[in-house]
């Protein structure tokens, strides 16, 4: 089992859409995955065809003292699922951080508890705030990928979170930058694409995902562009970075089990 989180370098970087489809496109290359929305905003859920109105999630049923593995559910592309779930207020969300803050390796205990599959990749949409659910998501993660649009600030930021987070992993962990929405026909655009290369080198991931107008609207129909436009360029690119995750997640060394 490894887990791979998702980070935004800034807010709307495609986080949510990238783990919707890299979760899609790992299942479809026959490796059982499993997906985790730890994001408050509660949509990667839509990008998997739930109901609008749904409220489950395990957040939700964690407050509640519910098991929080019954709001799992199974999207039409098979990927296995954990919405978050629609909290009641703010107040419920303080509970739950303070809840989590409490116990820094909730998640990743009781993932490594789960009877899972061998082989198992478990994604998941990690927000950048509040911090007890990100530090969750981190605390248990063999691989983050930092979503960065291709502007200078988010790449700024994206080279900062994603040096951080190689550091502070000991070797154990990676980190990579993922430029997202790149359009080949503007300057600035490519300029990025070198200054990521040059500058970052090494923490660059090996696939960019291009701005792909079948991404927004198979998000319109609730749909991965797997179901909506499976011959698009958006499909082509996560399937070649789900082949990418899936061998760089086999070279990780097991996770350590103590709480260090
Ligand atoms: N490569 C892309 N090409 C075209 N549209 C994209 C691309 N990536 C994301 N989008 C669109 O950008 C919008 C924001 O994407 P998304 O919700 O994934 O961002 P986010 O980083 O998760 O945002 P937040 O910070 O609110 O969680 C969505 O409408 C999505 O369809
Ligand atoms: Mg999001």
Not at 49 to 76: E, I, N, V
Not at 179 to 190: H, I, K, V
């Amino acid at each position: 089992m490894s887990v791979i989180a998702i980070i935004g370098a800034a807010g709307g970087s495609g986080t949510t859409t990238v783990t919707a489809h890299l979760a899609t496109a790992i299942g479809q290359q026959d490796r059982p995955v499993l997906c985790f929305d730890f994001c408050p905003t509660n949509v990667l859920r839509l990008h998997f065809g739930a109901a609008f109105d749904d409220r489950d999630g395990f957040a939700a049923a964690l407050l509640a003292g519910a098991p929080w593995q019954h709001a799992a559910y199974t999207s039409a592309d098979g990927v296995r699922f954990l919405p978050f779930g629609a909290l009641q207020d703010d107040a419920a969300l303080e509970r739950l951080s303070a809840w989590l803050h409490d116990r820094p390796y909730w998640f990743r205990d009781c993932i490594a508890a789960l009877d899972l599959p061998a082989g198992t990749i478990v994604l998941c949409d990690c927000p950048r705030l509040p911090a007890a659910l990100r530090s969750q998501v981190l605390a248990a993660a063999d691989i983050v990928l930092v979503s960065c649009a291709p502007d200078p600030l988010s790449l700024a930021s994206a080279g900062r979170l994603a040096g951080q987070l190689q550091a502070s992993g000991n070797g154990g962990r990676i980190a990579r930058i993922l430029l997202n929405a790149f359009e080949a026909g503007r300057a600035l655009d490519r300029d990025m694409q070198l200054v990521l290369r040059r500058q970052y080198g090494a923490l660059a991931a090996p696939v960019t995902i291009h701005r792909d107008e079948s991404l927004r609207e198979a998000l319109a129909c609730k749909q991965t562009v797997f179901d909506y436009a499976p011959a698009s360029q958006a499909a082509q690119e996560f399937s070649a970075l789900a082949t990418w995750a899936i061998v760089r997640s086999s070279l990780q060394p097991p996770h350590e089990s103590g709480h260090g």
